[in-house]
């Protein structure tokens, strides 16, 4: 529907999207969100509003697949392995996490780093709530500020540690703002940690992506293609529709495939990894709840799905959608 070779205004997966979300959170809700006609109000109403129950990054194997290929071992987190490895028993260090959610990460590095600041921004009012919650539970002591990053003064700041996880992504001009409004933060010392999306600007996936997670999707039992909550039934991949992208968060991806250039330029390299993504992502949405048990069926399937994705991108001779990086200032 609407669909050309780059992009698609809107497609009939938008169309089983909103049928879904009629079911599990009825017609207040999605007029609640049509209604809503400001850039941040719509950004931060996705995320107060969001669940991650079937998302890919929910199955454990997943993330245990990105540990080993960040620090070599599965258990190893990358929170772990930069605390270890790179920044190598510093103390007194400050960290800045932009666009932190509900702050696993920042309490990760606070179990493997002495930090003397630690502060996490983020849009999304619900997520900071919940992320002082956890903080306290934890006796950990972070700064939490529900804003807009561009609304806080930073002028005087400068961390030792910048974090992005899931976020950078989401500024437009990518190369401008980590000119503009990162490097001068960063400390001469610092690094510029990055666990990010990389791949096509508004999740515009690729035909050959598509087509890939068609055919992985036939091959899979039913049970594994259930959506949440529901016993629809998961048949095709589509792209999102650049409309209801629009909708529901301007702020996805919009310079994406722009986003490793952009660090490539701004910063050195000190290490960076790939990651995929290519298949996992668009295959495991709406449906990633259905893997997440200790079956020996369902091991063997993720195993297939992340072989599948390897043998794609390296048979295609692609760029991987999404990067783990760690990054200093140009020399």
Not at 109 to 132: P, Q, T, Y
Not at 254 to 259: A, F, I, V
Request: aromatic share 12%.
């Amino acid at each position: 529907m609407f669909y050309n070779r780059k992009s698609s205004f809107i497609t009939f997966g938008d169309l089983i999207d909103l049928y879904l979300k009629l079911r599990n959170k009825g017609w207040k809700f999605i007029i609640s969100k049509v209604l809503k006609v400001n850039h941040k109000d719509k950004v931060s109403s996705k995320w107060d509003n969001y669940v991650t129950e079937s998302d890919f990054w929910v199955i454990p194997e997943i993330r245990q697949h990105w540990n080993k290929i960040i620090s070599g071992n599965e258990i190893i987190s990358y929170e772990e392995y930069v605390s270890k490895k790179i920044i190598n028993n510093k103390d007194n260090l400050s960290l800045l996490s932009i666009g932190c959610g509900e702050g696993i990460h920042e309490r990760n590095f606070c179990n493997h780093l002495n930090l003397k600041k630690v502060l996490g921004i983020d849009i999304s009012n619900e997520s900071i709530k919940m992320a002082k919650t956890y903080a306290e539970k934890e006796k950990k002591e972070i700064i939490y500020l529900s804003s807009d990053f561009f609304e806080v003064d930073f002028s005087s700041e400068k961390f030792d540690i910048i974090l992005f996880d899931s976020s950078l992504h989401h500024f437009k001009d990518i190369n401008k703002f980590l000119n503009n409004s990162i490097k001068p933060i960063l400390d001469k010392d610092g690094v510029l940690v990055v666990f990010e999306y990389s791949g096509p600007n508004r999740l515009q996936w690729k035909k050959n992506q598509i087509k890939k997670c068609n055919d992985i999707l036939k091959k899979l039992p039913t049970e594994f293609r259930k959506f949440e909550k529901s016993n629809f039934i998961k048949k095709k991949v589509y792209r999102p529709g650049i409309l209801r992208m629009f909708a529901i968060d301007p702020s996805e991806a919009p310079d994406s495939e722009n986003l490793v250039n952009a660090l490539h330029a701004n910063f050195d390299i000190i290490e960076e990894k790939k990651l995929g993504w290519n298949i996992i992502q668009p295959l495991f949405k709406g449906i990633a709840q259905n893997f997440l048990n200790e079956n020996k069926e369902t091991k063997e399937w993720i195993n297939f799905i992340l072989n599948d994705e390897r043998q794609f991108i390296k048979q295609n001779g692609i760029s991987s959608d999404a990067i783990f990086g760690i990054y200093k200032l140009k020399d």
